[in-house]
Each structure stands twice: as C-alpha cells, then as structure tokens.
C-alpha cells in the first residue's frame, strides 16, 4: 500500500512477476474497508501516507485483531521509526528505493 500510484504499480507488477497475486490500496481506509482483509497474507505498506500512517495502520491492525505479517516501507527511516515497527511486531523495515530482491524475500520470509 502507498498513496503513490506509481510506487503502487511498481510493487504490483514485481509481485506478479514472481507468481504473487497482489491487491493495491491507495490508503490504510481502503485497505481496512476492504471485504477480502482477512483473506491477505501479508501486507506491504509505506510508513508515510495522508490520513493515516504506516504505524497508524500497524497498531489499528493489531487493536482489530488483524494477524497478517506487515512489512514497512520509507523513504524517510529514522531509528525511532524502524524501532517502533519492529517493536509492534512488523516483519521488515525497508527503505526506499526498495530492491526488488529484499521485498520479495521480506515477503517470503513473512508468508513462510
């Protein structure tokens, strides 16, 4: 997930190339109004977005009691940020640009 439609479509033709059905959202609402939420299994989000942000999103998951891995994303890391994901259970913290190959494999390793 991320308010940029071309990082959205990026992420979203590098999953299909390696055989995963991917599923985009604008924002953490659209994410969270969706009727197939339970049915995810992993959710790639970017950790600034309008509305509501990655962390936001991360901690309304767990008080919804949403179990999918979540890998975070930024172009922006800070140590606070990267302490505090991990800290509430996220499965990576990668920064942008995002190499392709540490995507795939952080979803993997999340999935697995």
């Known amino acids: 997930m991320d308010d940029d439609p071309g990082v959205r479509g990026s992420i979203d033709s590098l999953l299909r190339s ?22 995810l299994a992993c959710i790639v989000t970017d950790l ?9 999103l991360q901690a309304e998951m767990a008080r919804l009691g949403c179990k999918q891995p979540l890998i975070v994303m930024t172009a922006f890391p800070t140590a ?4 505090q994901a991990l800290g509430a259970g ?4 990668l920064t942008k ?4 190959d540490a995507l795939l494999d952080a979803i993997e390793d999340a999935i697995h």
């Open 18 to 39: 390696a055989g995963m059905i991917a599923i985009s959202f604008s924002g953490a609402a659209d994410l969270l109004s969706c009727d197939a939420l339970d049915e």
């Open 48 to 56: 600034h977005m309008p509305g509501m942000t990655g962390l936001e």
């Open 80 to 83: 606070a940020a990267r302490d």
């Open 90 to 93: 996220a499965r990576a913290f």
């Open 97 to 100: 640009p995002i190499d392709p």
